[in-house]
């Protein structure tokens, strides 16, 4: 069992950035894919950015790609996604997810524990 607490949102205007932090319980944290996923108001959740159990492979939405960077410190047990250059469609509920798998994946029904997700909002 793998315990996520996310943290690190706020409110913040287009431009600024933001780091996310997410913390992970358990000891076998270093053998889990890590994902971060974003949902706004009305929509439904989406892939942001995930990176493999090592950390050496990492993919990216197409949306945020070139801003966002995801990275992890196993030794800490944390995942964190740098976000730059934030725009307004960013503005969301910004989830953690572990895949009991090393490898990294792209779609929500691939992650079996999430985090209790922390806002983002980005004003105009």
């Known amino acids: 069992q793998v315990q996520l607490v996310t943290s690190g949102g706020g409110l913040v205007q287009a431009g600024d950035s933001l780091r996310l932090s997410c913390a992970a319980s358990g000891r076998t944290f270093s053998s889990y894919a890590m994902g971060w996923f974003r949902q706004a108001p009305g929509k439904d959740r989406e892939f942001v950015a995930t990176?493999?159990?090592?950390?050496?492979?990492?993919n990216y939405a197409t949306s945020v790609k070139g801003r966002f960077t995801i990275s992890r410190d196993n030794a800490k047990n944390t995942v964190y996604l740098q976000m730059n250059s934030l725009k307004p469609e960013d503005t969301g509920l910004y989830y953690c997810a572990a895949r009991n798998n090393p490898y990294r994946a792209d779609w929500v029904a691939a992650y079996d524990y999430w985090g209790q997700g922390t806002q983002v909002t980005v004003s105009s």
């Open positions: 990176i493999s159990a090592s950390g050496g492979s990492t």
